[in-house]
């Protein structure tokens, strides 16, 4: 990673910091000991990020969750108890990199992509653009995650879905829980290129778009269609056999790492030289630049293998526009 000197951005004030490759597991021939690295090392695949995200689950079931039993019948408190601890969860994160980033501005520009603040504008609801994310989010987008979380529990509750014992099962348990995080991938891939279809896009993907200078508060900021659509990787557990906790991981998955691939930074920094290791999504920031690239996420890298991967060289840039001017005519 480079500077961030003024004059590396382009003539649009936006910075190119880095050509994304992808992870070393995929390379072929194959480099076992660098995939080892990607997989486990620091900053790695698992580590911190992802290894956090995991063990937000469980606090959250053994804590912050009503006990099962009362979960057989819907009724307002437990519903209501599961909402405002999404909201909670979702504006501790998202509003925590807001305030420090884009209130208090901790870091000004550095290693910002676009070296714009994202503000007033009249496309965005209520005419900001901070003001209309954080309603879309909330409103729409924490409702839709707590009806799917409300009805996985009544399903568990009485028995229509399987409920796995990781105490009979440990392995596989723990195999699946694992299998959350690329399993989100190849799923957020999917529905994001199905979003892309004219009508869709129309109707709903639009709305996450008017974000092309992205901020934390962006990333659940989507049309409540789009939000159906987007959290419907949870049914994977009301098909496979699973427990909760791989249920929670699930749409936690979705619903936090949406305002973490959001940041608009290259690096978030702690103190002086001390940046967050990992702390970046270049790869979705450029979706929201060129539009028609970047549909999934690098760790399962299916932009690569299906022709829509843009790595933020000039010359991916010139491909793509080829491709464009093809489509387009
Ligand atoms: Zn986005
Ligand atoms: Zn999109």
Redo the contacts with the bound molecule.
């Keep these: 990673m480079t500077g961030t000197a003024r004059d590396s951005r382009d003539n649009r004030g936006e910075w190119q910091p880095r050509i994304i490759t992808s992870p070393a597991i995929f390379d072929w021939p194959p480099r076992p000991l660098a995939a080892l690295k990607w997989l486990f090392g620091y900053p790695g695949y698992l580590l911190p990020w992802i290894g956090f995200l995991m063990l937000i689950p469980l606090v959250t079931w053994f804590f912050l969750t009503p006990d099962l039993a009362t979960m057989k019948t819907f009724e307002f408190d437990w519903i209501a108890t599961v909402f405002f601890r999404n909201v909670g969860l979702l504006v501790l994160v998202a509003g925590g990199f807001h305030f420090r980033f884009y209130i208090q501005k901790a870091q000004g520009t550095r290693y910002k992509y676009n070296e714009n603040w994202p503000g007033k504008h009249r496309r965005f609801l209520f005419g900001h653009q901070t003001r209309d994310n954080i309603f879309w989010s909330i409103v729409s987008g924490c409702t839709v995650w707590t009806a799917y979380e409300v009805v996985s529990y009544w399903l568990f509750a009485n028995g229509h879905i399987g409920y796995l014992n990781w105490e009979q099962h440990p392995v596989y348990f723990v195999l699946l829980y694992l299998a959350i995080n690329p399993l989100r991938t190849i799923h957020f891939y999917l529905t994001h290129r199905l979003l892309h279809w004219q009508p869709l896009y129309r109707a709903a993907h639009y709305l ?1 778009h008017k ?1 092309v200078n ?1 901020g934390p508060w ?2 659940l900021s989507m049309h409540p269609v789009e939000h159906l659509i987007y959290f419907t990787g949870v049914l994977f557990h009301w098909v496979l056999l699973a427990h909760p906790l791989h249920a929670i991981f699930h749409l936690q998955h979705a619903g936090l790492m ?1 305002p973490y ?2 940041t608009g930074f290259e690096n978030l920094v702690i103190k002086g030289d001390r940046k967050l290791p990992g702390s970046s999504d270049y790869f ?1 920031y450029l ?2 630049r060129y539009f028609e690239c970047n549909y999934g996420a690098i760790d399962v890298p299916l932009d690569k293998w299906f022709g829509t991967f843009h790595d933020g060289s000039a010359k991916a840039h010139e491909a793509m526009q080829k491709m464009r001017q093809q489509v387009h005519g």
């Design positions: 996450h974000n992205i962006s990333g949406a691939g959001h979705h979706h929201h």
